[in-house]
């Protein structure tokens, strides 16, 4: 047998100076107030709740996470439902609230089979369920004793809501609804939850009633047997394989040979069918739809800045560990230059750094706008007119606010998904060839991020809606009929001055560069207006113009919802002045950065001149790197997100990559189970059965 | 039991048109040569080979790749194993040529453990052993008696080898070297085919010679028994756990605990220890060297474009069978519109088009450079007098030559394989939702390739390589000493013309597009120059304009080759006007919508006007993308990939689409055997054994 001296392995140290060292270092040469920035970010309750979760959830083995990236999809599926049985137990021994049972998904770090039935089929069924089907679907349903999901997306049809095939014909013979696949292409697809966990299904399929289409509408669909678990008569049900990632999660696909449902399977808050008269009700206020819809968004835009900083933590701490070669211009004598000291790395990661926290204020900011509007609208359509203190103005500014919102928010759902998904690659392969290590916990949080630039409107598509919206804004300020809200306010500015010129003092002034932003956006859209309204050329061709008037848009956004964040009374109050100065440099790297890298724009638009460019490239942004770049381990820190939750080597809190990485290479991997016999004329694979191996 | 009418999803069909219709439209509508075109690119006889190879590996059983998506990595790795071992069979049985043994491994579409025996082992053995080592070792290999592998990279170290930290010690009393690994980061990691396969290694460890380093050398180092294959004493060797693609392979760690080997181990054709006299003798020609790694380079900018052509074809048929809206000009009676003709999907894919063939032509370019000037040098240094022909002023010439190649050799291959890794990803998520299924074929490609941005040098760290040069090369010129080769006139030209300023055609003559490439990178040499030699800035400020310059002059050598390679007599001799005519449009494509991504550099350089740039945007790349549209699917067939090496439901040539994916996930998707227990109170995952189910 081989030998090697007993504990030599496990004595060898990583050469100096070591990990934890280093970042010790990095957090001695900073005053950062970590503490007091993770509460202004994520609020002192959250974190304490998120560490009494954590306690309880680590512990358990069923909650193990070093076999995720090893096993097959068969085992990976098996093993997350057991998770989210385990993690519903646990919610109804400790009566979670929603918002613990959804942190403590997070810090489980993967969705499970039960995330569709926890999120869209509940919220479907209380939102358009009447109260007749609370009772029927949806009690049963909290109480986990039917198990569901939304089916909407089909094999054909994704974005194009409209163009779904599944069908639902009233029968007014025996008031019931027919559910129908007409073609393959009707197969519903990507239903999650759907593929071997959910007995029953939202179903969105067109109402047809009498030969007449009214559109796609939800109804609940029993699939499979409660008992037997068995697909009911007439449908074909199963998983749709593997996907780059969300490997645990049941996506499924869903058709359906003729199945009758009762008249009460038809959601029908909003929309009914009457059983008597054989006819269609439209829904009374359809905006408040759109109101869930930009919720969702805002979420995104808040998530998309917690994923990023996932990233751009781990990047971080393993750029301020990893050393390699020495600085060109040091002396010979100097040892190997932490890789975070090289402007090459920085310009990758603190713009990232910056951009996590602008998207986290960002998404805020919606939110906050999104819940006044909420409850305005709701004291406006209250019955009791004492409550309503809104008069029909009132209510159509807000209306006007809640378009502005939604608009927006398709537009910076876009940018800021699309900016944590590739912001996520950027910071793997700024951790060199390590990043590419499962262990680094990059690679599978990207893989698992990904569907966020597609669904809920996919990335390029939803520009449109924004780029619509301008061109409608637009027009209704040439007309003279100005809404008054933000974006009418900044077209309007644009108009006035336009002549005159821009003279926006971006270097030195900061609300100038809001207000640069500001204009760019308005350049676009009248230059937008002109192609499309005066020149009257084809939608399509200007697609790609639409795309670049989004981003700029949201880009704005963006700037001003971190600007505001950095100036509000609330922020002074909360941090000291140290620790504020560092934000607000945060913000001028995130606004002067993307500046820069949009310089085309600008320039066209006037709202700079070149040299104002040359400079921010050459001085201004160099300068906020190396005065950011202190304070880059703090500022990661302050996002406060827990060892256990990153699950990677490189990004652990205490520096010690290389430790870890041997560890879980040589203790946590299975295939070092494996003895190969390799060579090749022998068929066999293997010397021995597994485990009978000498590592 | 759950029933459906007998062949009733069999029986389902797509709604039409059928994609396989529309595929038979797109190629009716173009007349672009799809044969000659193949040939041209890849010659008849590898055509034919790759068909007669397809032929024999398609029908056995261990090349099927139908469950690569769903096992984990212990199955996936000794799968890989096994098809390794059927190929070498299949090699010795037909004799195939090594260009065959690629072309099958190719085919397969995985890596497997033998690759980096069959590369780098040999390949290291073979240039770097002396005849007496060829005997001991090459043969060997050859032969797979003995199995190998290449160990440079640490886990502390990868870019900067000169910061390797084993050491492999001369000891002059037994004439042997000591291997040794004094830390843990020693640990060599990363090494391809070590992990569970390879029983020997080539070992780069510091040469120490009485205390004295003489830098990295090469040793050939047996690290398991020939018979147990298990590790010999003082070798702690094992795999270094999942990583986000590859895991076919057997990436692997070794530490050595002093370890004795002989003298005859250190592979000493160009460097040797005397044994008698214990002094160490230094090689004769390093330059040899860098003409391998030169040829690496060219590989992977060749290997890049048809990378590339992989995610293009599958997104370029999908996009043309995928429907989705209709055009928002249209009459509201049309159908919906192939994804294809929407600009925001075609300013994504076609450029994308235009670009693997420019990597294709320069790669090519750069192989018929390297090969014109190894064949001058091995006619210089030729010891037979008559064969020499060439003086020491074309030696010089040719060396001048090589270090234009290796230097730009170096930015090629960043900027090639950053367009390919990035490219795959535009082309998943041009396919929307998709994309994202593994059985879309791109993200399982992409996965594997990203390696290739890291490795044979960091893309960023490789374009300070390029940056030195041209600064040397910019100097030589200031100084009155031009080299004569490319780099060296296109500076001239630009200093000779700078105060004349330029005024390029870049609209009109396509020899101005290239003459505005090389002005923009000279532009940026002179300015980084000025950076460094008068304002004396750090190496370290300056690496973010070293990149842009890099990127930059990568670029310009792009826009060269692929200019030549479509001007050139060859292609007009191997294909007709109109076929000739479509690749002279990519070229424009890829060089203009460079140009306009890149337009502040132009502008600031003097290049083109602000106008012309523009105008570019607006109009020239619109139009090119109207003018290639109809081409699209005949230029991807023209790569002639096979379905099966495509392994995509998205790419398929005959355009089933939505058949395969339905199929795919109803008949290979073992995930379908499960059936849940799906409640959370009860603790069992399944309601019966696997294979039970009825899907």
Same mark, same amino acid.
């Given at each position: 047998?081989?030998?090697?001296p007993?504990?030599?392995?496990?004595a060898?140290k990583?050469? #100096?100076?070591?990990?934890s060292?280093?970042? $010790?270092?990095?957090?001695a040469?900073?005053?950062?107030?970590?503490?007091?920035?993770s509460?202004?970010? !994520?609020? &002192?309750k959250?974190?304490?709740?998120?560490?009494? %979760?954590?306690?309880?959830?680590q512990p358990?083995?069923?909650?193990d996470?070093s076999q995720?990236?090893?096993?097959?999809?068969?085992?990976?599926?098996?093993?997350s439902l057991?998770?989210? &049985?385990r993690?519903?137990q646990?919610?109804?021994?400790h009566?979670?609230?929603?918002?613990?049972?959804?942190?403590?998904?997070?810090?489980i770090?993967?969705?499970?089979?039960?995330a569709?039935?926890?999120?869209?089929?509940?919220?479907t069924?209380?939102?358009?369920?009447t109260p007749?089907?609370?009772?029927?679907?949806?009690?049963r349903?909290?109480r986990?004793?039917?198990? /569901?999901?939304?089916? $909407?997306?089909?094999?054909?049809?994704?974005?194009?809501?409209r163009g779904?095939?599944?069908?639902?014909?009233?029968?007014?013979? =025996?008031?019931?609804?027919?559910?129908?696949?007409?073609?393959?292409?009707? +197969?519903?697809?990507?239903?999650?939850s *759907?593929?071997?966990?959910?007995?029953?299904?939202?179903?969105?399929?067109?109402?047809?009633?009498?030969?007449k289409?009214? #559109?796609? !509408?939800?109804?609940?669909?029993q699939v499979?047997d409660?008992?037997?678990?068995?697909?009911?008569?007439?449908?074909?049900?199963?998983?749709? /394989?593997?996907?780059? #990632?969300y490997?645990?999660m049941?996506?499924?696909?869903?058709?359906?040979?003729n199945v &009758?449902?009762?008249?009460?399977?038809m959601?029908?808050?909003f929309?009914?069918?009457d059983?008597?008269?054989?006819?269609?009700?439209?829904?009374?206020m359809?905006?408040?739809v759109?109101?869930?819809?930009?919720?969702?968004?805002?979420?995104?835009?808040?998530?998309?800045?917690g994923?990023?900083?996932?990233?751009?933590t781990?990047?971080?701490?393993?750029? @301020?560990?990893?050393? $390699?070669?020495?600085?060109?211009?040091?002396?010979?004598?100097?040892g190997?230059?932490?890789?975070?000291?090289?402007k090459?790395?920085?310009v990758? *990661?603190?713009?990232?750094?910056?951009?996590?926290?602008?998207?986290?204020?960002?998404?805020? /900011?919606m939110?906050?706008?999104?819940?006044e509007?909420?409850?305005r609208?709701?004291?406006?359509?209250?019955?009791d007119q004492e409550?309503? #203190?809104a008069?029909?103005?009132?209510?159509?500014?807000?209306?006007?606010?809640?378009?502005?919102?939604?608009?927006?928010?398709c537009g910076?759902?876009?940018?800021a998904?699309?900016?944590?998904?590739?912001?996520?690659?950027?910071?793997?392969?700024a951790?060199?060839?390590?990043?590419y290590?499962?262990?680094?916990?990059?690679g599978?949080?990207y893989?698992?991020?990904?569907?966020?630039?597609?669904?809920?409107?996919?990335n390029?598509?939803?520009?449109?809606?924004?780029?619509?919206y301008?061109?409608?804004s637009?027009?209704?300020?040439?007309?003279?009929?100005?809404?008054?809200?933000?974006?009418?306010?900044?077209?309007?500015?644009?108009?006035d001055?336009?002549?005159?010129?821009?003279?926006?003092?971006?270097?030195?002034e900061d609300?100038?560069?809001?207000?640069?932003f500001?204009?760019?956006? @308005?350049?676009l859209?009248?230059? @937008?207006?002109?192609?499309?309204?005066?020149?009257?050329?084809?939608?399509n061709?200007?697609?790609?113009?639409?795309?670049?008037?989004?981003? @700029?848009? +949201?880009?704005?956004?963006?700037?001003?919802?971190?600007?505001?964040?950095?100036?509000?009374?609330?922020l002074?109050?909360?941090? =000291?002045?140290?620790?504020?100065?560092?934000?607000?440099? %945060?913000?001028?790297?995130?606004?002067?950065?993307t %500046?820069?890298?949009?310089?085309?724009?600008?320039?066209a638009?006037?709202a700079?001149?070149?040299?104002?460019?040359?400079l921010?490239?050459?001085?201004?942004?160099?300068?906020?790197?190396?005065?950011?770049?202190?304070?880059?381990?703090?500022?990661?820190?302050a996002?406060?997100?827990p060892?256990w !939750? %990153?699950?990677?080597?490189?990004?652990r809190?205490?520096g010690?990559?290389?430790?870890?990485?041997?560890?879980?290479? +040589?203790?946590?991997n299975?295939v070092n189970?494996?003895?190969?016999?390799?060579?090749?004329?022998?068929s066999a694979?293997?010397?021995?059965?597994?485990?009978?191996?000498?590592?």
């Open positions: 047998m081989p030998t090697l007993p504990n030599w392995v496990k060898l990583p050469s #100096g100076p070591q990990g060292e280093l970042l $010790q270092q990095e957090r040469q900073s005053n950062v107030d970590v503490e007091r920035l509460e202004l970010l !994520h609020t &002192k959250t974190l304490e709740r998120r560490a009494s %979760l954590l306690a309880l959830l358990e083995r069923v909650f996470k995720n990236h090893t096993l097959g999809r068969v085992e990976r599926l098996q093993r057991g998770k989210a &049985k993690l519903q646990l919610a109804e021994e009566k979670w609230s929603m918002a613990e049972l959804h942190a403590a998904n997070d810090l770090g993967e969705p499970t089979p039960y569709l039935h926890a999120s869209m089929f509940l919220v069924l209380r939102e358009q369920g007749e089907q609370h009772k029927l679907f949806l009690e349903a909290e986990y004793e039917i198990i /569901g999901c939304y089916a $909407q997306t089909e094999l054909g049809h994704g974005s194009n809501v779904l095939e599944t069908t639902a014909t009233w029968n007014s013979n =025996d008031k019931t609804f027919t559910i129908n696949s007409p073609t393959l292409t009707a +197969s519903k697809w990507w239903i999650g *759907l593929g071997r966990t959910a007995n029953h299904a939202v179903v969105m399929a067109q109402l047809l009633i009498e030969g289409n009214y #559109g796609p !509408h939800p109804f609940v669909v499979r409660l008992e037997t678990h068995q697909p009911l008569d007439n449908v074909y049900v199963g998983d749709i /394989g593997p996907k780059f #990632g490997n645990t049941d996506n499924g696909f869903l058709l359906f040979n &009758k449902i009762p008249h009460v399977n959601l029908a808050r929309c009914q069918v059983k008597e008269k054989n006819h269609y009700t439209k829904p009374a359809p905006s408040l759109f109101g869930t819809m930009t919720w969702v968004r805002a979420n995104i835009v808040l998530d998309a800045g994923v990023l900083a996932r990233g751009v781990i990047a971080t701490r393993y750029c @301020a560990v990893r050393r $390699q070669f020495q600085d060109h211009d040091a002396d010979s004598r100097a190997e230059t932490q890789v975070l000291n090289y090459m790395v920085q990758r *990661l603190l713009p990232l750094l910056a951009s996590m926290y602008a998207l986290h204020f960002t998404g805020r /900011g939110m906050r706008l999104y819940e509007n909420q409850s609208m709701k004291a406006a359509s209250s019955p409550l309503r #203190g008069g029909p103005e009132q209510l159509r500014a807000g209306a006007n606010l809640l378009a502005d919102l939604h608009a927006t928010s910076l759902k876009a940018l998904s699309t900016t944590a998904g590739e912001g996520l690659e950027i910071c793997r392969r951790c060199g060839g390590h990043g290590s499962s262990y680094s916990g990059i599978p949080a893989a698992d991020y990904l569907p966020t630039l597609t669904w809920e409107g996919d390029y598509m939803l520009t449109q809606q924004v780029a619509r301008l061109l409608k637009a027009r209704a300020i040439l007309a003279g009929k100005p809404t008054g809200n933000d974006t009418s306010q900044i077209l309007q500015v644009y108009l001055r336009r002549d005159k010129g821009a003279s926006f003092d971006v270097l030195d609300k100038d560069i809001v207000a640069a500001a204009w760019r956006t @308005a350049h859209t009248f230059e @937008a207006l002109k192609h499309r309204d005066a020149e009257q050329r084809s939608w061709s200007l697609l790609v113009d639409f795309w670049r008037l989004s981003t @700029a848009h +949201s880009q704005y956004l963006i700037v001003k919802n971190f600007y505001e964040a950095v100036s509000s009374p609330q002074s109050a909360a941090l =000291d002045p140290e620790t504020k100065g560092v934000l607000h440099q %945060l913000f001028r790297l995130f606004s002067l950065h %500046l820069e890298r949009e310089a085309s724009e600008f320039f638009s006037g700079v001149t070149v040299r104002q460019i040359a921010t490239r050459t001085t201004a942004v160099l300068n906020l790197l190396d005065e950011i770049r202190p304070h880059a381990v703090r500022l990661v820190d996002w406060a997100i060892d !939750h %990153l699950d990677s080597s490189l990004g809190y205490d010690k990559v290389y430790e870890d990485l041997f560890r879980r290479a +040589s203790e946590e299975p189970d494996l003895v190969f016999d390799p060579y090749p004329w022998n694979l293997l010397k021995y059965e597994p485990a009978k191996s000498k590592l």
